[in-house]
T-cell receptor, first 117, second 115 residues
Framework: KAGVTQTPRYLIKTRGQQVTLSCSPI?????VSWYQQTPGQGLQFLFE???????NKGNFPGRFSGRQFSNSRSEMNVSTLELGDSALYLC????????????????FGNGTRLTVT | AQKITQTQPGMFVQEKEAVTLDCTYD???????LFWYKQPSSGEMIFLIY??????QNATEGRYSLNFQKARKSANLVISASQLGDSAMYFC????????????FGTGTKLQVIP
């Protein structure tokens, strides 16, 4: 079974630009979430999608947005990039039911390393 | 709100020895799950082991075991017979009922296995 696939692996962008990251979850997983990892702030939750609907969101500005498609693939968009957006962006999926469960592990992709210059 | 504390920024262990990575948590929720992840330098987060708040037995997965002490709110990871490939960052994490896929992570412990 293929794991979570994130593309691209590396990105270099300039301040003010926008970027779109892609994530394909494990087959059968309907829930996809995004995390930002930086040396200073650690791992922080961005948002989660289930059946094309955002059902949870972290404390990030509106420049960070996402969406999920009917095949559960997800994209994350960051507009008006700032230097502080340089980070490893991790996507995770899980076999989550419609209700909330806390006992299924998240399976992560290899991440997209974004550098903003 | 949930909080995970990992007080060991870095640790060394001799190959074939056992090592314990500390994790304490704080939550007012009664229903929660605790996870440990391994992150090699490649960046991928690898799920290692899970412990539910209502589980009475400590979880074990191969060389990994979780020492769960609910009253003390601790969930330490024990790695037995360390291998060179165990060198990585290790994160303790928590999910709570109602939090969906939101996971709260600790700051991590960098483990280095010495030959």
């Amino acid at each position: 079974k293929a794991g979570v696939t994130q593309t691209p692996r590396y990105l270099i962008k300039t301040r003010g630009q926008q970027v779109t990251l892609s994530c394909s979850p494990i087959s059968g997983h309907r829930s996809v979430s995004w995390y930002q990892q930086t040396p200073g702030q650690g791992l922080q939750f961005l948002f989660e999608y289930f059946s094309e609907t955002q059902r949870n969101k972290g404390n990030f500005p509106g420049r960070f947005s996402g969406r999920q498609f009917s095949n559960s693939r997800s994209e994350m968009n960051v507009s008006t990039l700032e230097l502080g957006d340089s980070a490893l962006y991790l996507c995770a999926s899980s076999f989550a039911a419609a209700g909330s469960s806390y006992n299924s592990p998240l399976h992560f992709g290899n991440g997209t390393r974004l550098t903003v210059t | 709100a949930q909080k995970i504390t990992q007080t060991q920024p870095g640790m060394f262990v001799q190959e074939k020895e056992a090592v314990t990575l500390d994790c304490t948590y704080d939550t007012s929720d009664q229903s929660y799950g605790l996870f440990w992840y391994k992150q090699p330098s490649s960046g991928e987060m690898i799920f290692l082991i899970y412990q539910g708040s209502y589980d009475e037995q400590n979880a074990t997965e191969g060389r990994y075991s979780l020492n769960f002490q609910k009253a003390r709110k601790s969930a330490n990871l024990v790695i037995s017979a360390s291998q060179l490939g165990d060198s990585a960052m290790y994160f303790c994490a928590m999910r709570v009922l109602g939090g969906y896929q939101k996971v709260t992570f600790g700051t991590g412990t960098k483990l280095q296995v010495i030959p």
